[in-house]
């Protein structure tokens, strides 16, 4: 049976993640404003550019009203969560984070993420060394997960391990 949809019901909205899952596909908002959840899928979020989005991270998006409940039909921003003014991790605590944010942002694909054990590699174009992904580099960048082959934009620093990312996007997001 089709559902009829209202264009006029369409409201942007602004809220945050309660929880995303990206191996169910979906994941749930709760607005600024009280009301129920919002339910965004995760084909609106790829639509955006993400395949994923850290809990607490806050968005912009386009939403309805259906019979089951209130939808997500566009993201239109996501900031990452807020977070303390401490170094996500020691490699970063000696940096002048002034510096590191006036770096070129670097085009990069996922060679593969692990979510369970934190961690993750990336390719960079043109250069042949990979590059680290630390799990609350992604967090603090409103990332979640990523998948191998993602597209991801990054600023990357020689750690004392390696290159490693201390900024990440999706490259949608990046470039726009």
């Keep these: 049976m089709a559902e009829d949809v209202n264009l006029s019901s ?12 990206p191996t169910k596909g979906y994941g749930f908002i709760v607005s600024d404003e009280g009301g129920p959840d919002i339910l965004l899928h995760i084909n609106v979020l790829r639509n955006f550019g993400q395949s994923s989005v850290a809990d607490g991270a806050v968005v912009k998006l386009i939403a309805h009203g259906t019979t089951r409940g209130v939808q997500a039909v566009e993201v239109l921003e996501i900031e990452p969560p807020k977070r303390e003014d401490v170094p996500v991790l020691s490699d970063f605590a000696e940096l002048d984070m002034s510096e590191v944010s006036s770096q070129p942002m670097e085009a990069a694909r996922v060679k593969w993420f692990d979510k369970g054990k934190g961690f993750g590699f990336a390719n960079v174009f043109g250069r042949p060394e990979d590059v680290f992904l630390h799990v609350e580099v992604l967090r603090q960048s409103g990332l ?5 082959g993602e597209a991801l ?6 750690g004392k391990r390696g290159r490693m990312a201390v900024e990440v996007l999706a490259w949608e997001a990046a470039v726009s």
């Design 10 to 21: 369409m409201q942007t909205v602004r809220g945050a993640v309660k929880w995303f899952d």
């Design 144 to 148: 979640a997960d990523l998948q191998p």
């Design 153 to 158: 934009a990054m600023r990357v620093i020689e």
